[in-house]
């Protein structure tokens, strides 16, 4: 097993993942004014969604509190409602790509994403950070639990990319996109970090998170920009913590919430998803890493860790095989899937640059590897939860019980038709003559 450890306060520890498979390291990082992270559009269904973004009519919104979000009705571009799967039918192939952090830092990343994402009919999560849409000269309106007013392992955006960020998000959003949380100041190590929160200052820090993207027109003054066009107490339904920890003391605080899933789980298995106190648990999974023995997280820091340590710049000359080796790592992870137990894919990015961008690059080859097969779905979170919702619970017992690579035995025709039922007096033991 390989493990890297200690990254840095604002990198992440390394995690294990079961007897057989070792994650390099489980988590994102994140740097100063330049971490961000989410995008996507696309249907559980077989219809793939549109590629418009109709704007509301005025008689459509409802302004929210003072006017930083607004309810704009039904969100466009989402898939007809989930219906359970039929008696023998091969399972989709879900794949969701999430974005942590989910702000535009003018590297030109989000939109590049919402463009391909569009380009492909495909749905993705944005889990937004809070603290990307608080202007720094008001930083003091944060009070992070365990640590100083104000603090952040992230940087808080200048001006302008606030209002970049707020472009995006509303444009995801309107492109069929799930807004969930990467809640605030992204606190990795030492006493502070989240990883020793109590529920309650989860609640804390879930408070204010809403409050920074519900208020940011106060906060900032901007009172002339259009509102985020969705009600978040509404649409936020999950999330996934910073360094994926904290996990076991969130969870109480989610389901009293209502949240629908968690996404911050590290050193999950390529297997058919559960609940874990009423909430559906979709963790980061370990996948083939390419040229090694041990398998890697699905996100892109956990292979930058693995190839270039801690250093988000590391050897120019390797860029071209590095790139090729976490693009075939996201691949191969598909395929591993989608041949055999056709368990949901989860990929986690940050719109981030590191090593020249060629993460970008493995993430968007690897999409356009996945994309226009058959019973493929690239959807958001919230749309894979939507369809296990309606499903009958025994045909995902069914499902949980096939292994990492296991094949359906007699196929999915065999695997999931109910047997048969019994006859009538079918099997019964005759009863015995009256005794004389």
């Known amino acids: 097993m390989r493990e890297i450890s200690g990254i840095s306060r604002r990198g ?35 219809a793939t969604t549109g590629s418009g973004t109709p704007a509301p009519t005025k008689d459509a919104v409802r302004l929210i509190g003072d006017g930083s979000t607004a309810d704009t009705g039904k969100q466009p571009h989402q898939p007809d409602a989930p219906v359970p799967l039929e008696p023998g039918q091969t399972p989709p192939q879900f794949v969701i790509f999430s ?48 640590n100083r007013v104000g603090a952040s392992d992230i940087g808080y955006l200048t001006d302008p990319h606030i209002k970049d960020t707020l472009k995006y998000v509303r444009q995801a959003w309107l492109d069929g996109h799930e807004i969930g949380t990467h809640f605030n100041g992204h606190f990795c190590g030492g006493s502070g970090s989240v990883g ?17 993207v519900t208020q940011w027109k106060t906060n900032s003054g901007w009172t002339d920009l259009d509102p985020l066009p969705f009600d978040y107490s509404k649409e936020l339904v999950g999330g996934r913590t910073p360094c994926l920890l904290g996990q076991d003391k969130l969870l109480p605080t989610a ?6 899933y968690d996404a911050s789980s590290p050193g999950g298995r390529q297997t058919w998803p559960e609940k874990r106190q009423g909430v559906w648990d979709l963790p980061l999974q370990a996948v083939p890493f ?18 270039s340590k801690n250093s988000t710049k ?9 790139r090729r080796q976490a693009t075939e790592a996201y691949l191969s992870g598909f395929r591993r899937a989608y041949e055999t137990n056709r368990a949901p894919f989860y990929i986690g990015n940050h ?30 979170f ?22 990492v690579g296991q094949k359906p035995a007699g196929g999915w025709n065999a695997f999931l038709r109910p047997a048969p039922a019994t006859p009538t007096g079918a099997g019964r033991t005759p009863s015995a003559p009256p005794s004389a």
Request: hydrophobic share 40%.
């Open 196 to 212: 020793n929160w109590t529920p309650a200052q989860w609640q804390s820090e879930i408070d204010q998170a809403v409050k920074f």
């Open 382 to 403: 919230r749309q894979f939860v939507d369809w296990l919702d309606v499903q009958d619970p025994r045909i995902l017992a069914r499902l949980r019980g096939l292994g």
């Open 255 to 260: 389901k009293r919430l209502g949240w629908r």
């Open 99 to 146: 974005w942590d952090g989910a702000g535009e830092v003018g590297n030109g990343l989000f939109p590049r994403f919402l463009e391909l994402a569009r380009n492909h009919g495909a749905a993705m999560t944005f889990f937004l950070s809070g603290i990307y849409l608080l202007p720094e000269s008001k930083k003091n309106l944060y009070r992070p639990p365990n």
């Open 290 to 307: 390419p040229g090694h023995s041990f398998e890697v997280l699905s996100m892109d820091y956990n292979m930058l860790a693995n190839q």
């Open 351 to 380: 719109f981030e640059q590191w090593n020249g961008g060629i993460y970008m690059d493995a993430v968007e080859e690897a999409l356009k590897g996945m994309a226009g097969k058959k019973d493929v779905r690239l959807v958001s």
């Open 12 to 46: 992440l520890l390394g995690a294990g993942v079961g007897a057989a498979a070792a994650v390099g390291v489980a988590a994102c990082s994140t740097s100063k004014k330049d971490n961000t992270g989410h995008s996507g559009p696309n249907k559980p269904g077989d």
């Open 314 to 322: 590391g050897m120019p000359s390797r860029y071209p095989g590095w």
